[in-house]
């Protein structure tokens, strides 16, 4: 009876245990075999298979129905460029050239993982959106108040951006670390 | 209870522990994929879900500058054929993802070579290929079950109007049992 009680508790403690751990390495963390460029990381296995369970995994959790590398190279962000937590009650700028792909976006997105709730229902600024100045740059903002153009709004929340790259240049997947992408830089906080 | 006992508790403990964390890490992507399949209506109908915006849930991190329809497939009656106009002017592809969230197809605008897809997807396993049919692509699904996406990007909201229409005329079924059939040994 003793036994019994042991072996139980034994199932019952490795069970929470053994779902615990994946709780936190699947479904809080983030896919292995990152791939930093500023405040931008990517992961080229997402979308392919026979990658790792821990990256398959959070794929799945994170990234579903994702495309592969040649349709499309996705970039994350979670924090601005001097490593500090996006705050939705601050206003950032994104500022850069065109990234070297067919077509690109950038997106926000709260931390469950869908489309910011905003009045003007704008949640992104694409290569077709996007106003550029003479010489190709463009400077676009992120924040709860209202800008005309380039803006993409968050709510007073925090929250995280998504850069996505359609049919990339070949240099994106042979150095993802060295791609000229935007820099986000904060400049108010409310 | 001896030192040596807890020890032995302990360590059966961690292993059961192990177990069901590599366990419940391995099978995550099928439960998520059952969710998924659960949520998407028919299987074997290809569904144009409208563009998606703050109330679009399900998928995570969907894209709004993007028009997804997909079609849940099950091969257990046959293989899947998928037709689809490619709207001109525009970045457009169709994947399809296994039971596992694998991605086993991709093709794009670009690739599918200026003409409508014609896609036959067979059963894991099924070996009597339909006749060849030039421009009429056939693969092999890894699963019985699966899911097929198209993407069609929203050029500019000018383009909206006519970029959904085209795409909405995408479809998926079940490949004419009949003709299947007639293949067989062939």
Redesign the interface.
């Known amino acids: 009876m003793k036994t019994a009680l042991?072996v139980l508790a034994?199932?019952v403690?490795?069970?929470l245990?053994?779902?615990a751990?994946?709780w936190f390495?699947?479904f809080r963390g983030s896919p292995q075999g990152a791939v930093h460029d500023g405040p931008w990381s990517t992961n080229l296995t997402v979308?392919?298979?026979?990658t790792d369970?821990?990256t398959?995994?959070a794929?799945?959790?994170?990234?579903?129905?994702?495309?592969?590398r040649?349709?499309t190279i996705y970039y994350a962000a979670h924090e601005d460029s001097d490593g500090n937590k996006f705050d939705g009650r601050c206003t950032y700028l994104i500022a850069g050239r065109d990234p070297p792909a067919?077509?690109w976006?950038i997106?926000a997105?709260a931390m469950d993982?869908?489309?910011?709730?905003?009045p003007a229902?704008r949640?992104?600024v694409?290569k077709?959106?996007v106003t550029r100045n003479a010489a190709g740059e463009f400077v676009a903002t992120i924040s709860p108040k209202h800008f005309d153009r380039n803006w993409i709004p968050v709510a007073n929340a925090p929250f995280l951006l998504?850069l996505?790259l359609?049919?990339p240049a070949a240099s994106v997947a042979a150095d993802p670390a060295h791609v000229a992408l935007p820099t986000i830089k904060k400049v108010s906080c409310s | 209870m001896s030192a040596r006992a807890w020890t032995g508790w302990a360590v059966a403990t961690l292993a059961v522990a192990v177990a069901v964390h590599i366990a419940s890490v391995w099978y995550t992507p099928h439960a998520i994929m059952d969710i998924v399949f659960s949520r998407m209506g028919a299987a074997n109908v290809m569904h144009h879900q409208k563009r998606p915006d703050e109330h679009t849930r399900g998928i995570v991190r969907p894209s709004p500058d993007l028009l997804y329809s997909a079609c849940r497939f099950d091969l257990s009656n046959g293989a899947l054929e998928v037709k689809a106009p490619v709207p001109p002017g525009t970045y457009w592809s169709t994947s399809a993802f296994d039971a596992d969230t694998n991605n086993f197809f991709a093709i794009n605008d670009r690739t599918v070579g200026g003409q409508p897809l014609e896609l036959i997807i067979l059963p894991p396993g099924q070996n009597n290929e339909p006749p060849h049919i030039a421009g009429r692509l056939v693969i092999h699904a890894p699963t019985t079950r699966g899911l097929v996406l198209i993407r069609t990007l929203v050029n500019s909201n000018a383009d909206f109007t006519n970029i959904d229409a085209v795409r909405r005329q995408a479809t998926c079924g079940t490949w004419g049992a009949g003709r299947a059939d007639a293949n067989k040994g062939g």
């Open positions: 042991k034994v199932l403690l490795g069970t245990l053994g779902l751990a994946t390495t699947v979308g392919s298979s026979g369970i821990y398959r995994a794929v799945a959790v994170h990234g579903l129905l994702a495309l592969n040649g349709e067919r077509w976006a997106t997105y993982d869908y489309l910011i709730p905003n229902h949640y992104s694409s077709n959106s998504t996505r359609y049919n």
